[in-house]
């Protein structure tokens, strides 16, 4: 009962907060376009970063699993008005965290899991864990990315290759969702990483990796946040959407989008390759 009282009380100051973005969905709202003229605008959507139970808890869908209404593959996230991208923090590092991390415990054995993180090398910018990490109680997203970093060396002479290459392809998906600029080629890598995973994941099934909270062993794979990175791809299309058609247009007087949208690309990248030669040029 309390929990769901605490679910109403904070759908009811939603209410309150965003009254204002419903009044302007609903009755429109005076807003100017690019070249400067006034027009009545719907506003629909709001960004909001969320983990996965407040995913279900902002859309009513309660029970285990993703919620009915999240699409597993090929969309984005786009929840009662709620538009739901994809988050570093809580969609991948907790996920190593909560799956993978427990995964290669099991496997490998906990005494010798935290005594391969005790004996590595200090290093600098890097958390040291000298009583290993199965006894840590409040891990930060910082020592979540460490860990990220350790893992597939800890790991990689005490489980099947498998299993290795199961957890090594995760991180890989973790470092190139998070590059500076993402091509096509990226993403192409991305979902293949992705599929290698799922080639070898009935291996830590196999191998005991997988329980569930009363030591059971689990042979289904119902992971929220394994199915969330399906839509990384699709997000990253519509993000650079945004960045490649709908930025350039705000400098635009409405005709011919297609050259003058490639002329303003041209210029922004001379500009990049400009300040990159500047920035590496020897001080005069």
């Known amino acids: 009962m309390q929990g769901v009282l605490e679910a109403c009380l904070i759908h009811q100051c939603l209410d309150i907060i965003l009254e204002p973005l419903k009044q302007a969905a609903c009755i429109r709202c005076m807003m100017s376009d690019p070249v400067g003229n006034l027009r009545y605008c719907f506003t629909p959507l709001a960004l909001y970063i969320v983990d996965i139970p407040k995913v279900a808890m902002l859309t009513c869908q309660f029970g285990d699993g993703l919620p009915s209404n999240i699409p597993h593959a090929h969309e984005t996230y786009h929840l009662s008005g709620i538009f739901l991208t ?10 190593f965290y909560d799956h993978d991390v427990q ?52 790991i990689a002479d005490a489980t099947p290759l498998g299993i290795v290459r199961a957890v090594w392809v995760l991180m890989d998906f973790c470092y190139l969702s998070q590059a500076v600029t993402v091509d ?84 922004v990248e001379k500009c990049r390759h400009f300040h990159t030669a500047m920035s590496i040029a020897e001080p005069q």
Request: net charge neutral; aromatic share 10%.
């Open 86 to 95: 994809p988050e570093a923090l809580h969609h991948w590092h907790h996920e």
């Open 184 to 267: 096509g080629t990226q993403c192409q890598k991305i979902l293949d990483a992705l599929k290698t995973f799922h080639d070898h994941k009935h291996e830590i099934i196999a191998h005991g990796g997988y329980w569930g909270a009363k030591s059971k062993d689990i042979i289904n794979w119902y992971i929220p946040k394994l199915k969330l990175m399906q839509s990384v791809v699709p997000s990253i299309y519509q993000v650079t959407h945004i960045t490649v058609i709908k930025d350039p247009a705000e400098s635009m007087n409405n005709q011919n989008y297609d050259p003058q949208i490639c002329q303003y690309l041209d210029h």
């Open 103 to 154: 995964w290669c415990i099991r496997i490998v054995g906990v005494q010798e899991l935290d005594f391969r993180f005790s004996i590595l090398q200090p290093l600098v910018t890097f958390q040291h864990f000298k009583r290993g990490i199965s006894t840590l109680k409040q891990v930060t997203g910082r020592a979540q990315q460490d860990m990220q970093h350790y893992i597939v060396a800890v």
